[in-house]
């Protein structure tokens, strides 16, 4: 089964955009393997819009591979990218243009999936650019889902429609594995806070099989790169992963991994956000405390374990009270959590009834925990 847990890799949007070339596919694929992110479970290494001729061959009718990106043809890519054993992923659009005005695949799903099996694709990113108007969204999301599964090779299929068309309603019906629920990320606080408050009422239609896929990661980005914008600091990408695993999105990295800092790494492998990310029941988290300024969720984990995620989304520190009431632990019970904190390593003990923290701006705290008396 694809898609058991949220999918986790790289993918070239973010950082590179149309600057992408064999050089820089293989560097990616080298620093995944030295800094370990590869063991820690990155495992694909998708190439996003840009990667192709601007016209079809006249003659195939298929997608050509840049020849001066990619002047050894995708599968010389593609064997490399395995032989670090990693996964490969390649990207198209469901409409008849690709979102950077690249040939799509309306109306030739069949054989472009055929073309990304004999590249040894793994995963597919299906954009919705230049969608037909009189075709539907779910059907031609359909298409690409049979074309998929008739190409005779295992390819993750990766759907962003940018949550379009109440797309929670039927994108797991078309054999998607992910699904992109929101617009598009840019380096910055606001843009992640957006998208993360925007997904709050959409986190139950995420389950094993198909995961609601909130964007590719900017941590690491610093305002540099594609979707540069203001930039974020070290304290928002903290916030910004905490999120992502409590959400069980797929975790897609869109910095440059070539440059990651230690502190960087440190965060994206950090064991136990990754363990609540890839919970293997994958339960939606759900919010006990829901003002503008902060949150507090609560997610549970398959070994009795629960992890709990405060979020100060203001500019100022503020107090984030916990009632485990509110979580469904009575105060009659005696019962209470056992709490330890995953980026301080800080053990609190047993909390019942009521706790808060002081959590400062744009940071979070989160907890996994144990249920006690
Ligand atoms: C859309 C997608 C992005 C990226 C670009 C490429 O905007 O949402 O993630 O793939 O297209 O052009």
């Known amino acids: 089964m694809l898609s058991r847990t949220p999918p986790m890799g790289f993918n070239t949007w ?67 990218v395995h032989s670090k054993g990693l996964k490969f992923g390649m990207y198209s659009c469901a409409g008849t ?135 974020c600091d070290d304290t928002d990408y903290k916030t910004q992963f905490a999120l992502w695993c409590i959400y069980s999105a797929p975790l897609m990295l869109g910095g440059d991994i070539r440059t990651f800092s230690d502190n960087i790494l440190k965060l994206v492998t950090n064991k136990d956000l990754l363990r609540i990310n890839q919970d293997e029941e994958a339960r939606p988290a759900f919010e006990i405390r829901n003002q503008s300024h902060s949150k507090v969720f609560v997610k549970h984990l398959s070994n009795n ?11 100022k520190t503020r107090k984030i009270e916990l009632y485990m009431e509110d979580m469904g632990i009575s105060a009659a019970s005696g019962y209470g959590l056992k709490m330890r904190e995953v980026f301080s390593g800080e053990e609190l003990g047993v909390k019942k009834e009521y706790m808060s923290r002081n959590v400062p701006a744009h940071d979070c705290e989160c907890f996994i925990c144990t249920l006690s008396k």
């Not at 694929?29 to 006249?58: F, H, N, Q, T």
């Not at 606080?189 to 959409?202: G, L, N, P, T, W």
């Not at 992890?307 to 989304?313: C, E, G, K, Q, T």
Request: net charge negative; aromatic share 12%.
């Open 14 to 80: 973010n950082t590179f955009g149309e600057n992408i070339n064999e050089d820089v596919i293989k560097e990616t694929a080298d620093a995944m393997v030295e800094k370990g992110l590869r063991d820690a479970g990155y495992e694909y290494l998708v190439i996003d819009d840009c990667w192709s001729e601007r016209e079809r061959d006249p003659e195939t009718g298929k997608i050509v591979p840049d020849k001066v990106k990619f002047p050894n043809g995708m599968k010389a890519v593609s064997d490399y």
């Open 97 to 231: 243009r690709t979102c950077a005005d690249y040939p799509g695949s309306f109306d030739h799903e069949f054989l472009d999936a055929e073309t990304f099996a004999e590249y040894g694709a793994d995963f597919l990113k299906y954009d919705y650019c230049y969608k037909p108007q009189h075709y539907h969204g779910d059907l031609l999301y359909r298409r690409m889902g049979m074309a998929l599964k008739a190409c005779g090779r295992e390819i993750l299929f990766s759907a962003c429609n940018w949550g379009c068309d109440d797309v929670h309603n039927w994108i797991r019906s078309t054999g998607a594995h992910m699904y992109r629920s929101t617009g598009d990320i840019n380096d910055s606080f606001v843009s992640m806070r957006d998208i993360a408050v925007s997904q709050e009422d959409k986190l139950v239609y995420s389950a094993p099989g198909c995961f609601n896929d909130i964007d590719m990661l900017t941590i690491g980005m610093y305002g540099k790169g594609n979707v540069g914008s203001t930039g």
């Open 305 to 315: 374990e629960i992890a709990v995620l405060f979020v100060n989304y203001d500019d």
